[in-house]
C-alpha cells in the first residue's frame, strides 16, 4: 500500500515551512543589509551577529528540543512560539542610530546600535528557534514515514527560496526605499497570525507520547561517545550537512550586498526571482528520485552541479550569465541538502526526535554560521574588493566574487565523510555476510549491548540501540 500524507499535513509544512523560512530569511539576509545601509559597513559585524545567533539557535534548540520530546507535544511550542516570533521581528524596526542618539546621547551611536540588534537578533533566534528548528522540525519527522520523508524534504528545502521570492517579489521594494518600518512590522504580523491559525490547523501525531528520564542527562546524550558510535551514520551525515552548511554561509550572507555593490546590479529582484523558481522546481523534481536511484549516484551528481554552479559564478558578471550560474549553483545545493536532511530523518532515533534536532543544530546552524561568514569576509577583505559611492565618492568595503570560489572549495570536503559512510556500509555488509554464512548466532548474543542503550536511552525501552535500525515506515500511519 502505497503510504500518503494528509492533506492537512501538506498545508502544515507548506505554510509553517514558507513563513518560518520568511523569518528566518529576515534574519538571515535582510539584517545584514539593515546593518550594512544604515548602521556601518563593516562587514566583520554582520559575521558577528550571525555567529552570535547560531550559538543562540544551538543551545535553545537542543533545550527546547528535549522539552518537547518531554512533553509529548510540538503543537504549543510551534504556535507560541510563532507568534512571539513575529514580535521580535517588528522589534527591529524600532533599533536605530537615530533612536541611539535620542535615548543615550553620551554612547557612540554605531557602536551601540550594532550591539542592540545583535542583542535583538538574539532573543528573536531564540523563540525561532523554539517554534521551528526545535518543534517544528521534530513535527515532520513524527507525521512523516520513510516512505512519505523524501518528498516532504523535497518541498521543504523549497522553503528558503519560496521565501526569499515573496521577499523579493512583495517587500523588498519596502527596503530599498528606506522603508524598513513597513518591511519589519508586516512580516512580522505575518508570522504572529501565522502562529494563532496553527492553534487550529497543527495537529501532533497520534505516536508522540511524553517522556519521562532523567532530563539533564537525556539532554548530554547526543554528545557521549557511545551515542555517536551507536548512530554512526547519523553523525557522518552531520558531518556532511555541516560542510555543506559553511560553504553555503561563505556567500550568501552577503548575497545581495554582493549583487546590488560589487556587480552593480541594482534591479536585482526579477533576476534572483528567476533563480529561485527554476531551481525551486528543478528540486521538488529531483526529491522523487530518491527511492528509485542510489543515494551514492545522487550526491555526486549534485556535488558536480554545485561546483559547476559555483565555479560559473565566480566569472558571472552580467544578469544573464549570474542567472544561469545561479540557478545551476542553487539546484545543486538545494539537491545536496534535500538528500542528507532526508538521510538524517532516516536515521534519527524514534525516542529521541525532538532531542537530536538540538544536535542536528550544531552541526546545521552553529558551525557553519560561526565559520562560513568569517570566511567570507576574509576573502573579500584579502582581494581588496571595494565600492566607490559615485555621489560622495566614499569608499566602502564589499564581498567580492572570490567568495563563490571559497563555497566551492569547502562543499568538495562533503567526499570525506560520504567515503567514510559508504566504506563502513560496505564493511558492515560484508562482516554480515560472514556471519550468515557461518555459526548460528546465540540469540542471547548482545542483549547486555541492548539493555545499557536502553538504560543511555534514560529508560525508554521503545528505543533501539542505533537510530539507522529505527524505520518509520514499520509503524502504523494513523492519519
Not at 505575518?190 to 519521562?212: A, E, H, R, Y
Not at 546590488?260 to 526579477?270: A, M, N, Q, W
Amino acid at each position: 500500500m502505497k503510504e500518503k500524507l494528509g492533506a492537512k499535513v501538506w498545508l502544515c509544512i507548506v505554510f509553517f515551512g514558507l513563513v518560518g523560512q520568511i523569518a528566518w530569511m529576515v534574519e538571515n539576509m535582510y539584517l545584514n543589509v539593515y546593518l550594512y545601509k544604515t548602521v556601518t559597513y563593516d562587514l566583520n559585524a554582520a559575521s558577528a551577529m550571525v555567529a552570535s545567533s547560531a550559538v543562540v539557535a544551538t543551545v535553545v534548540t537542543l533545550f527546547a528540543g528535549g522539552l518537547s520530546d518531554r512533553a509529548g507535544k510540538r503543537k504549543l511550542f510551534v504556535c507560541i512560539g510563532y507568534m512571539l516570533w513575529g514580535v521580535s521581528v517588528f522589534a527591529f524596526a524600532l533599533i536605530t542610530k537615530e533612536n541611539s542618539q535620542k535615548f543615550f546621547p553620551a554612547a557612540n551611536a554605531v557602536t551601540l546600535t550594532t550591539v542592540m540588534i545583535i542583542v535583538m537578533d538574539c532573543l528573536m533566534t531564540a523563540v525561532g528557534s523554539t517554534a521551528n528548528d526545535a518543534a517544528f522540525n521534530a513535527w515532520i519527522t513524527d507525521v512523516t514515514t520513510k516512505g512519505t520523508r523524501a518528498k516532504a524534504e523535497g518541498v521543504l528545502q523549497v522553503m528558503p527560496l519560496a521565501a526569499l521570492l515573496v521577499i523579493f517579489g512583495i517587500f523588498d521594494s519596502f527596503t530599498q526605499k528606506g522603508q524598513w518600518m513597513l518591511f519589519f512590522g508586516v512580516l512580522g504580523a505575518i508570522t504572529t497570525v501565522m502562529g494563532v491559525v496553527g492553534l487550529f490547523l497543527l495537529k501532533d501525531s497520534p505516536d508522540l507520547k511524553p517522556k519521562n528520564g532523567n532530563f539533564l542527562k537525556e539532554l548530554v546524550y547526543g554528545f557521549r561517545p557511545s551515542a555517536v558510535k551507536s548512530n554512526r551514520d547519523l553523525y557522518l551525515t552531520y558531518a556532511a550537512v555541516c560542510v555543506v552548511g559553511i560553504a553555503n554561509n561563505v556567500y550568501m550572507t552577503y548575497l545581495i550586498i554582493y549583487v546590488e555593490y560589487f556587480l552593480g546590479i541594482k534591479d536585482y529582484v526579477l533576476m534572483l526571482g528567476a533563480i529561485l523558481i527554476l531551481s525551486a522546481v528543478f528540486s521538488v523534481l529531483f526529491g522523487f528520485l530518491r527511492g528509485k536511484i542510489s543515494l551514492w549516484i545522487l550526491l555526486p551528481t549534485s556535488l558536480a552541479v554545485y561546483t559547476v554552479g559555483g565555479l560559473l559564478m565566480f566569472f558571472a558578471r552580467n544578469v544573464w550569465f549570474v542567472s544561469v550560474a545561479g540557478i545551476i549553483m542553487m539546484t545543486g545545493y538545494l539537491w545536496e541538502m534535500a538528500l542528507l536532511s532526508a538521510c538524517m530523518r532516516d536515521n534519527t532515533p524514534q525516542g529521541k526526535v525532538g532531542h537530536f534536532q538540538g544536535i542536528r543544530m550544531v552541526f546545521s546552524v552553529l558551525i557553519p554560521m560561526c565559520v562560513g561568514p568569517f570566511i567570507g569576509a576574509y576573502v573579500s577583505s584579502t582581494s581588496n574588493g571595494v565600492y566607490v559611492d559615485p555621489t560622495t565618492g566614499a569608499e566602502q568595503p564589499v564581498p567580492t566574487n572570490y567568495i563563490f570560489l571559497a563555497a566551492v572549495i569547502v562543499n568538495v570536503l562533503i567526499v570525506i565523510p560520504m567515503a567514510i559512510m559508504l566504506f563502513k556500509g560496505a564493511k558492515k555488509n560484508t562482516e554480515t555476510e560472514i556471519i550468515t554464512e557461518g555459526a548460528p548466532v546465540d540469540e542471547d548474543e548482545g542483549s547486555g549491548a541492548d539493555e545499557k542503550a536502553e538504560e543511555e536511552f534514560g529508560g525508554a525501552s521503545e528505543v533501539p540501540a542505533s537510530g539507522a535500525d529505527v524505520t518509520d515506515g514499520e509503524r502504523v500511519d494513523k492519519r
